[in-house]
């Protein structure tokens, strides 16, 4: 069974940059699609990017130019680059995967906080 880590999470200031990583423990190959998710205490958790089997990107419109998702096939890790930092980016972000007939894979989160 894969299983999911995040990391890279940190303090940043305003304008700056971090770049998470999801480590699987098997192969991410196989996984029909791979995402980010962040979530606010008290708020909705939110998709923020999503990469299919394919290689289809999606963004949501909030970080669309500042984010950038990428998997490393050999490392089996999903990648988040997140530049341009802002405020409303800090929360806790999560991992998640689809397998095909099998229940979805969540990480267990990686704070951001943007802050100057």
């Known amino acids: 069974q894969v299983q999911l880590v995040e990391s890279g999470g940190g303090l940043v200031q305003p304008g700056g940059s971090l770049r998470l990583s999801c480590a699987a423990s098997g192969s991410i190959v196989s996984l029909s699609a791979m995402r980010w998710y962040r979530q606010v205490p008290g708020k909705e958790r939110e998709l923020v990017a999503q990469?299919?089997?394919?290689?289809?990107?999606y963004y949501t419109d909030s970080v669309k130019g500042r984010f950038t998702m990428s998997r490393d096939y050999g490392k089996n890790v999903l990648y988040l680059q997140m530049n341009t930092l802002k405020p409303e980016d800090t929360a806790v972000y999560y991992c998640?995967?689809?397998?095909?007939?099998?229940?979805?894979?969540w990480g267990q989160g990686t704070q951001v906080t943007v802050s100057s």
């Open positions: 998640n995967a689809d397998r095909l007939g099998s229940p979805s894979l």
């Open positions: 990469i299919t089997r394919d290689g289809s990107t």
